[in-house]
């Protein structure tokens, strides 16, 4: 078992930055592929960015590729979502999660972290 928790959300204002971590404990490996994926109320949950277990490949959603970096410390087992840029349409809960491969779905994760939440107020 691997537990995912995500911390570093909160509210700031159109424009600003924020940093998601996500700290996974347990049975970890530094093979797992992690993304990150977000749900705004009454909306789906949708994809956010992903990086391999090396940290060399990374892949975005479109909505926010240039604003936002995913990269890892595999020695902290930790990921990070660098937000830059933020617009009142980031808002949302992210979630961290964690599989066997890099992937944009979903259901290719295997673990999930509780989830923070990001408010961008305009």
């Known amino acids: 078992q691997v537990q995912l928790v995500e911390s570093g959300g909160g509210l700031v204002q159109a424009g600003g930055s924020l940093r998601l971590s996500c700290a996974a404990s347990?049975?970890?490996?530094?093979?797992?592929?992690m993304g990150w994926f977000r749900q705004a109320p009454g909306k789906e949950r949708e994809f956010v960015a992903t990086?391999?277990?090396?940290?060399?490949?990374?892949y975005y959603a479109d909505s926010v590729k240039g604003r936002f970096t995913i990269s890892r410390d595999n020695a902290k087992n930790t990921v990070y979502l660098q937000m830059n840029s933020l617009k009142p349409e980031d808002t949302a809960v992210y979630y961290c999660?964690?599989?066997?491969?890099?992937?944009?779905?979903?259901?290719?994760?295997?673990?999930w972290g509780q989830g923070t939440q990001v408010t961008v107020s305009s």
């Open positions: 347990g049975r970890t490996s530094r093979n797992y592929g």
């Open positions: 999660a964690a599989g066997s491969t890099y992937s944009v779905m979903s259901t290719s994760y295997n673990y």
């Open positions: 990086v391999n277990w090396s940290g060399a490949s990374t």
